[in-house]
């Protein structure tokens, strides 16, 4: 199993609700990453989880919030977004450590609209 | 982050080999060069990595110039389904705060049948 799920595919929401985003792995990864994409852009890192801890936060503002409750999942929490938060959520995973490739697996994605 | 350079973007036709280079002059002696493309519609996937040695695998294979200050993916023979975004990264060794994958702007192909 090489699979990294992300959901849901597609949210919509409002600027006062609070939605989360869920990705899951089953490849006994121990490091787990959020990318936020815009449009015709790279994606942008935004958060690192080591060892189910957080240990890279690019000065993301709090709005966004994750949380790694155990090695397989990654949750991203969202409460009062912006419309210019609206965007493609990619969670990814891989396998720490110096003598490994550094692989990242890419789900496809959480397309948020915050109307 | 030590930073890559790449064509907005480059044509090829299909059953042709493509040349996809990638400038990285700052590049540190422990980076490693990674490349990953992003099919419409899709998250990225894992292309090809090296560190100072040419590297072959089932997908494509990655030409590193001896003083690492850039590097070039080969498809030797382009489909239509290669047709993607192609990032260059350059990824630190493992550990601390080095655990990050920063994606530069990459190059789009377009494959012509």
């Known amino acids: 199993d090489t699979e990294v799920t992300q959901t849901p595919k597609h949210l919509v929401m409002g600027m006062t609700n609070k939605k989360s985003l869920k990705c899951e792995q089953h490849m006994g990864h121990r490091a787990m990453y959020w990318y936020k994409q815009k449009a015709k852009k790279p994606p942008e890192l935004m958060f690192v989880?080591?060892?189910?801890?957080?240990?890279i936060n690019e000065s993301v503002p709090s709005r966004f919030s994750p949380e790694c409750p155990n090695s397989s999942l990654l949750n991203l929490h969202l409460h009062a977004l912006q419309p210019e938060d609206s965007a493609l959520y990619l969670c990814?995973?891989?396998?720490?450590?110096?003598?490994?490739?550094?692989?990242?697996?890419f789900g496809e994605g959480s397309r948020l609209t915050v109307l | 982050d030590a930073k890559t350079t790449q064509p907005n973007s480059m044509e090829s036709n299909e059953e042709e080999p493509v040349h996809l280079p990638c400038n990285h002059s700052?590049?540190?002696?422990?980076?490693?060069i990674h490349w990953y493309r992003q099919l419409p519609s899709q998250g990225p996937e894992y292309v090809i990595h090296?560190?100072?040695s040419n590297v072959n695998n089932r997908m494509a294979s990655l030409a590193i110039a001896e003083d690492r200050k850039s590097s070039t993916l080969i498809l030797h023979r382009a489909t239509l389904r290669d047709a993607a975004v192609y990032y260059c990264?350059?990824?630190?060794?493992?550990?601390?705060?080095?655990?990050?994958?920063?994606f530069g702007t990459g190059t789009l192909l377009a494959v012509q049948p």
């Open positions: 700052t590049i540190s002696g422990t980076d490693y």
């Open positions: 989880y080591s060892y189910e801890k957080l240990s």
């Open positions: 990264i350059l990824r630190p060794p493992w550990g601390g705060a080095t655990n990050k994958l920063i």
């Open positions: 090296g560190l100072t």
């Open positions: 990814a995973s891989s396998q720490p450590g110096r003598s490994n490739t550094g692989e990242l697996f």
